[in-house]
């Protein structure tokens, strides 16, 4: 009994093994799904990214490899960051130009979102609405926002209604897709066993493609809400003197180039902060998402 | 009164290059009040669009379908479908999946929640009402499954393979959980199954269709499920020698079909 465990039988050669898990995941832990694509926790490999692109900033800026009107110092730009905090930019305190942006673009994607996920909603619902609007909104969608500045502001003059409308548009389109699209997730078995019981059309939309369609109605406001903040520099373009936008663009001319980067690491930042809120509404609203 | 079916015929129209599939040629069919009709028969011969047309999913293309004198327009709560699979909603609970349908009609919560814990107690998932369908079993799935068809309290059950999904262990519980089931409520029962097995074993009667035109070929009563009800294990009933001699006719008689169609 004993030698046969002691026989040299290697089953396989374990220098093999990292190979295979490129080409075949290994069996989940209780609790997880197998095969889910994409599974698996990113954190510490995105901080590692992160670090690592600082690091080449860094030295690149150290050595000197790169001169400091087209890449200042990670110092520098904190430096910078520290100075507008506290002095302000134009005379208006950095805090404002955040709130201001930030105030555009969600009062921009609240209405989109708003409007944009009935509509889609419906058009998804309703060959008579998708056929009528249909046509305007897959013209005007892949049309640059800068493109059609000049019309908004003839249009709505320079005030803030036509840089909201901007932000709104650019959002609107995706959002209003997104929902459309949504409509088709529900699976015809849930429809007909939600009509089996009596249910009315609207009864059905409301209680059982409407909740299955909330996955991609989340992605698409995610999606959406990157168009609004793509759009913001566009919109604080003419006749703004507030605003993230405007403050990159107005250090642009004056080639400070620290200020146009501290305002784009400021509104990535943003973005990005939203975004993980989104994540996180994702999995209290839709733990589901995916799994049946 | 009950289900009447009478001359139906159902034809797909051609689509795709392909000619007009006559699903079901002159069907007639009735479902008396506490009926266990099962449908069987080879891939492709009609069941499912028969059941449709029951549910009111589908009209017919020439012939009547009468529900208690009242022709069928349309789906509605006196008849409630079990599918295959993939019809729970997992943005609810088990509780609320099997109340969906009492919330439909504006049930108040707490009068649904009482008529749902019935029912779920029934399908023996008392200990998971509050627990996510999706974190259920297959076999967990269709129970919830039921016991949702089950508290709208329809006058006619209808199944598409239901229990397709099973293992067979799982299958034979589920078997005799609905025959108790239908024998405790009282309700008419409409039934798919591939599984001549499991037809013979839970039909009061059995409809044995044929493919290419759809039509039901032969027509059996069946004594198994009543000798189960009455009290005889149900291996045993499977294992009697009328069973099987039956089991081996419904056989040859799909067999056949197959090898005419072929
Ligand atoms: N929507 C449809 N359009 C066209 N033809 C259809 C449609 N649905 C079913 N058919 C055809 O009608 C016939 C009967 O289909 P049905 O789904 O009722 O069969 P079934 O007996 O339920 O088969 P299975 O046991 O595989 O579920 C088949 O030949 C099928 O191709
Ligand atoms: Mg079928």
Redesign the interface.
């Known amino acids: 009994m004993t030698d046969q465990t002691q026989a040299p039988t290697r089953a396989r050669p374990s220098s093999s093994g990292w190979l295979t898990r490129l080409t075949r995941a290994a069996p989940t832990r209780p609790g997880e799904t197998y095969g889910v694509p994409g599974s698996g926790d990113t954190t510490w490999l995105s901080l590692a990214s992160i670090a690592l692109l600082l690091f080449l900033w860094w030295i690149v800026t150290a050595t000197g490899w790169v001169k400091p009107l087209f890449v200042p110092s990670p110092g520098a730009i904190l430096q910078k960051f520290a100075d507008i905090w506290q002095n302000g930019f134009t005379n208006t305190s950095f805090l404002e130009h955040i709130a201001i942006s930030t105030a555009r673009v969600f009062g921009a994607f609240v209405l989109a979102c708003a409007l944009g996920i009935p509509l889609g909603l419906a058009m998804g619902m309703s060959p008579l609405v998708r056929g009528i609007f249909d046509p305007p909104i897959e013209f005007y969608r892949p049309i640059p926002p800068l493109a059609y500045l000049p019309l908004m502001i003839i249009w709505f003059g320079i005030g803030e209604t036509a840089k909201v409308l901007l932000i709104f548009l650019s959002v609107f389109a995706p959002v209003a897709l997104g929902a459309r699209a949504g409509v088709k997730s529900a ?1 015809i ?2 429809i ?8 009315t059309r609207w ?1 059905v939309m409301r ?2 493609i409407l ?2 369609a ?1 996955p991609e109605i989340l992605t698409a406001m995610r999606i959406g809400v990157g168009f609004g903040w793509t759009t913001l520099v566009a919109a604080e373009m003419v006749a703004a003197t507030k605003g993230l936008g405007y403050m990159v663009l107005s250090a642009s001319q004056f080639l400070q180039t620290s200020t146009v980067i501290v305002g784009i690491i400021v509104i990535a930042a943003i973005a990005y902060a939203f975004d993980l809120l989104m994540r996180a509404v994702e999995r209290r609203v ?3 998402k995916g ?2 | 009164m009950g289900l009447n079916i009478a001359d139906v015929s159902v034809v797909y129209p051609a689509a795709d290059g392909r000619p007009p599939v006559e699903a079901l040629r002159r069907i007639d069919l009735s479902v008396e009040r506490d009926d266990f009709v099962v449908a069987l028969g080879a891939s492709g011969c009609g069941k499912s669009t028969l059941l449709n047309l029951i549910a009111g999913f589908l009209s017919p293309t020439s012939g009547s379908i009468m529900l208690d004198g009242r022709p069928v327009d349309g789906p509605g709560a006196d008849r409630s479908v079990v599918f295959q699979k993939h019809a729970l909603m997992p943005w609810l609970d088990v509780i609320d999946n099997v109340a969906f349908g009492l919330m439909l009609r504006g049930l108040p919560e707490a009068e649904r929640h009482a008529t749902a814990g019935r029912f779920i107690d029934l399908l023996g998932l008392g200990e998971f009402r509050r627990s996510k369908v999706y974190k259920l079993s297959g076999g967990m799935q269709q129970r919830v499954g039921i016991a949702r068809a089950l508290t709208c309290d329809p006058r006619l059950l209808l199944m598409d393979e239901p229990l397709g999904a099973l293992d067979a262990l799982t299958r034979e519980k589920a078997q005799e959980l609905i025959l108790r089931i239908w024998h405790e409520t009282g309700k008419a029962v409409f039934f798919i199954t591939h599984s001549v097995e499991e037809a013979l074993f839970m039909g009061t009667r059995l409809i044995v269709m044929s493919p290419r035109p759809g039509r039901i070929a032969h027509r059996f009563d069946l004594p198994f499920s009543r000798q189960f009800l009455a009290g005889a294990p149900a291996r045993e009933v499977k294992a009697s020698p009328e069973f099987i001699r039956l089991r081996e006719e419904v056989l040859r008689i799909i067999f056949a079909d197959e090898e005419a169609a072929a």
């Open positions: 699976a078995e849930q007909h066993a939600a009509y089996s019981f009596g249910a009864q209680h059982v909740p299955s909330l839709v733990p589901w799994r049946m």
